[in-house]
């Protein structure tokens, strides 16, 4: 019999009846600390303070967070550790609901109503369970993978009642140490053995992230077969098709996906964004407007989905004026974004200027050059530029409004900055023929490529002589700063030199405001943990 007066409990319900029903129950099974709580936010702050070993949730709490914004933010916020058991509550059944609940992944999903023998069942099967995988979640508390490891083969040998869960834990740990071989090897065994949905998933993901498309694609299209209602299969299948261009057939899976769960954020944003693209602006401003309202209370609320909103509105009409619906949205949509990223000077100026296109469109030229002008002033004093792809669409929209000198200036930062990427120059060549923009980097980035030859022969002076004069041609690239700021530490690992370190935390200086949407900034990040460690 499980001992439940040590543990601390935390009830969260929008109705003071249950509330008190179950802590009824609760204190019948002798548990002596229940907090209770009645809004999501309220559960989060609480959680700040005290660390509890239970928390039943409702799913639905009327305005404000539900219960699956709740369990993401506090996995996101570090306010949950793995020992605790989240079980969600919910007297709904509807299937966008269910299914809601179930992919964010709470330990249990508990349907209303219930009784104390119903839910002492369940609690005492799950107390069981987080017992019997404690040492798995000891070291993932610690973030210890390889301790995890050692965890699951230890736990499986004394008790293969379990080695489900610790199978899944161990792909989860090789994952994360980058054991792609063992991976590989642990999901094909699983999956011949007892095709498991999990395991499907991560191995379509798998292959998917190594670029094995066809290998990809015919894993979630036969885990589809077996399990045809798992939203993540059609994901897959749709990263696959946009891997491949097929952008149109991506949209398709992601539709489906969202038939069968249609409360994913990331599902909405994502349908959004490929919609956009494929000029299917009906579908594009549905799933934004659905990713709106869906990161209203969310931790992972996006303002891109305002500015992509409000865009397609904007681009649905094409060379016309708004209809005066579409203008209304339009203008709340990027109210609301300035409203709640007022501080944010970048998205300000992107909203000012898709606000003043929108404008110009009906003729309002008075308002949409002040709406420009307000957007110029915020765009000379940004202590970050934008992303490759966002600096584009900003170019294009003062393009449009007929700013050709500021739109020139944009696309000269940008190549400069990421200018040695050829997919960027290959964009930035279809908006400008200005060679001094065009050909700006040619040698430095000729030097950067040698720089690259050299340090992979291990010629380490020799490529920091290159990357520092490719870096001299171009001081704004991010790509060449970071080969330097690596080749700078490649030397001093092996020859300690206060000037050389005090180079490289210059060249990582410079880049410090690189967009952490940019895929280099994981190793930006890695070199200045290296840097500070010496």
């Not at 303070?49 to 996995?75: F, M, R, S």
């Not at 079980?87 to 109503?113: F, N």
């Not at 609690?123 to 070291?139: F, G, S, W």
Request: glycine share 4%; proline share 4%; aromatic share 6%.
């Amino acid at each position: 019999m499980i001992d439940y007066s040590k543990k601390r409990f935390l009830v969260v319900d929008d109705f003071s009846e249950f509330r008190t029903s179950v802590t009824g129950m609760l204190r019948l099974m002798a548990v002596k600390n229940v907090d209770a709580a009645a809004r999501g936010e309220e559960a989060i702050a609480m959680c700040r303070n005290t660390a509890y070993d239970v928390i039943l949730h409702d799913y639905n709490l009327g305005a404000g967070k539900n219960g699956q914004q709740v369990l993401e933010e506090l996995h996101h916020a570090g306010l949950i550790s793995p020992h605790c058991i989240f079980v969600m509550c919910t007297a709904e059944s509807s299937q966008a609901m269910v299914m809601s609940a179930l992919e964010c992944e709470p330990d249990a999903y508990l349907t209303k109503p219930f009784n104390r023998a119903s839910l002492q069942q369940r609690l005492d099967k799950l107390v069981e369970r987080k017992l019997a995988l404690k040492p798995i979640l000891d070291a993932q508390a610690k973030r210890d993978q390889n301790a995890v490891l050692a965890a699951c083969e230890q736990i499986m040998a004394s008790n293969k009642r379990f080695a489900p869960q610790c199978l899944r834990h161990k792909a989860g740990a090789l994952k994360a140490l980058g054991k792609h071989a063992e991976l590989e090897a642990l999901l094909t065994g699983l999956i011949a053995d007892r095709p498991m949905p999990w395991a499907l998933v991560m191995l379509g993901n798998h292959w998917l992230e190594r670029g094995e498309l066809d290998r990809a694609e015919e894993i979630f299209t036969s885990a589809i077969r077996q399990f045809p209602m798992l939203p993540a299969l059609f994901d897959g299948l749709a990263a696959v098709h946009a891997a491949r261009g097929a952008t149109d057939k991506a949209q398709e899976y992601l539709e489906q996906g969202l038939r069968i769960s249609p409360n994913s954020l990331q599902r909405q944003h994502d349908l959004g964004k490929l919609a956009k693209a494929n000029g299917d602006y009906d579908k594009a401003i549905r799933a934004f407007r659905q990713a709106v309202d869906l990161g209203r209370h969310s931790q992972f609320r996006n303002p891109a989905d305002h500015l992509d909103l409000a865009a397609s509105l904007n681009e649905q009409a094409g060379d016309s004026a708004p209809a005066p619906k579409a203008l209304l949205e339009i203008r709340q949509t990027l109210g609301d974004l300035g409203k709640t990223w007022k501080d944010d000077a970048q998205l300000v100026a992107r909203a000012n200027l898709l606000h003043a296109s929108a404008l110009a469109k009906t003729g309002d030229q008075t308002t949409a050059d002040k709406l420009v002008a307000e957007a110029s002033t915020l765009m000379a004093d940004l202590p970050t530029f934008f992303s490759a792809d966002v600096a584009l669409e900003v170019a294009t929209q003062l393009k449009q409004l007929g700013r050709e000198e500021q739109a020139e200036a944009v696309l000269s930062t940008c190549a400069e900055m990421y200018g040695d990427d050829a997919k960027v120059m290959d964009a930035i060549a279809g908006q400008t023929s200005n060679p001094r923009i065009l050909n700006a980097g040619v040698q430095a980035q000729t030097l950067n490529r040698e720089g690259i030859q050299a340090y992979q022969q291990q010629a380490f002076p020799q490529a920091l002589e290159l990357f520092r004069q490719a870096r001299e041609l171009q001081p704004r690239n991010i790509s060449f700063a970071l080969n330097t700021a690596q080749s700078l530490l490649r030397l001093l690992l092996s020859e300690p030199s206060a000037e050389l370190k005090a180079e490289c935390q210059q060249c990582l200086a410079q880049v410090s405001t690189i967009p952490v949407t940019d895929p280099r900034h994981a190793r930006y990040e890695k070199l200045c943990k290296t840097v500070a460690s010496l």
